[in-house]
């Protein structure tokens, strides 16, 4: 049996996007990894709209993880010096400090979820960090797993360039 484990982000998509991304992988569950799931700048993504959106609108489960959330002195620590090595090994003791992903019940998860935070890309994201962590546990126990981060496709510009002409190649 295949683990589909995605990732996605709500920051920089519309709720189409969103909602479409999630439909297109098939995704049965969301597992908000979010510390603060009622932020103001939350949007459609804001709890407990999401969950409503998502089961009513797109057929899609919700839980929320706060095991898999990072501290909050650790996000603003971040926030304050912008040192993602530094903050990725944190993040990475603060997980094996709260027994991640061992003690982490996931008997109840189907097999396709999504690892849902506020960052648009996987990139500098705690959500990318701990799909590495669940997979390797997966793996380890003779699972296969795959791992697919959700990112909408920006379309490029229709507008045209100001300044010198550029020629295309």
Known sequence: MEILLCTIGFAGKTAEEFFALLQRAAVERVIDTRQNRGGQLSGYAKHPDLAFFLEKVAGIGYSHEPLLAPAPELLKLY????????????????????????????????????????????????????????????????QSVEIRHLIAARAKSSRPRRGKPHAEP
């Not at 304050?80 to 530094?86: I, L, T, Y």
């Not at 019940?105 to 990318?128: F, M, Q, T, Y």
Request: hydrophobic fraction near 40%.
């Open 79 to 142: 926030r304050d010096n912008k040192d993602w090595p530094a903050y990725e090994a944190s993040f990475l003791a603060l997980m094996r400090q709260r027994g991640i992903p061992q003690s982490l019940d996931i008997s109840s998860w189907p097999l396709k979820v999504a690892l849902l935070c506020s960052e648009p890309g996987p990139e500098k994201c705690h959500r990318r960090l701990v799909a590495d962590l669940l997979s390797t546990y997966w793996r380890a126990q003779g």
